[in-house]
T-cell receptor, first 113, second 112 residues
Framework: SQTIHQWPATLVQPVGSPLSLECTVEGTSNPNLYWYRQAAGRGLQLLFYSVGIGQISSEVPQNLSASRPQDRQFILSSKKLLLSDSGFYLC????????????FGEGSRLTVL | GQQLNQSPQSMFIQEGEDVSMNCTSSSIFNTWLWYKQDPGEGPVLLIALYKAGELTSNGRLTAQFGITRKDSFLNISASIPSDVGIYFCAGRSGGSNYKLTFGKGTLLTVNP
């Protein structure tokens, strides 16, 4: 069966520090991968998605970047965090040619102070 | 872009009551999905709907894909305290296999 894991689960970082959140998927090949951010207002905002190694699409202009160095690895990064980057970050995957069902990781809570 | 209107935004009910929430869109979707999110965790897929008119159950949960393909509802029967959480609807249009459009969620509180 497929599993998705992201880490760290919680992170407290000072403004201006770098960020790296990692996500890995097991049990499937060539998945579509996604990074979402969930602010306190509950809505899920799509930040990035990837349909293959090295292929990244950005949905919104922001202080963050994403990379996919391996088929089942997705990384969310920032060189210098802003206060507004605080939030709950969710990694997700779907089958490349599937029905669009999205499966989420456990989430990473980022607090920027 | 596409938008989903999910209602109600929040619900406070007594244990044992039935619950109904829905999502509407101005656009047609080919897939409707319903998720539940517990506090501090990622959303979990509850029900997936693929055909207009489809009615699917998962235990005490029932969801339907609207005939017009622009709406969907989720019902929870005989609610229990562990039903507490945020419920999200999501839709996928035929033009994109990659992205879902999410509703803003319904926060459900169940009083024991």
């Amino acid at each position: 069966s497929q599993t998705i894991h992201q880490w760290p689960a919680t992170l407290v970082q000072p403004v201006g520090s770098p960020l790296s959140l990692e996500c890995t998927v097991e049990g499937t090949s060539n998945p579509n991968l996604y990074w979402y951010r969930q602010a306190a207002g509950r809505g899920l905002q799509l930040l990035f998605y990837s349909v293959g190694i090295g292929q990244i699409s950005s949905e919104v202009p922001q202080n963050l970047s994403a990379s996919r160095p391996q088929d089942r690895q997705f990384i969310l990064s920032s060189k210098k965090l802003l206060l507004s980057d605080s939030g709950f970050y969710l990694c997700a995957w779907s089958l490349g040619l599937g029905t669009g069902e999205l499966f989420f990781g456990e989430g990473s809570r980022l607090t920027v102070l | 872009g596409q938008q989903l209107n999910q209602s109600p935004q929040s619900m406070f009910i007594q244990e044992g009551e039935d619950v109904s929430m829905n999502c509407t869109s101005s656009s047609i979707f080919n897939t409707w999905l319903w998720y539940k999110q517990d506090p501090g965790e990622g959303p979990v897929l509850l029900i997936a709907l693929y055909k207009a008119g489809e009615l699917t159950s998962n235990g005490r949960l029932t969801a339907q894909f609207g005939i017009t393909r622009k709406d969907s509802f989720l019902n929870i029967s005989a609610s229990i305290p562990s039903d507490v959480g945020i419920y999200f609807c999501a839709g996928r249009s035929g033009g994109s296999n990659y992205k879902l459009t999410f509703g803003k969620g319904t926060l459900l509180t169940v009083n024991p």
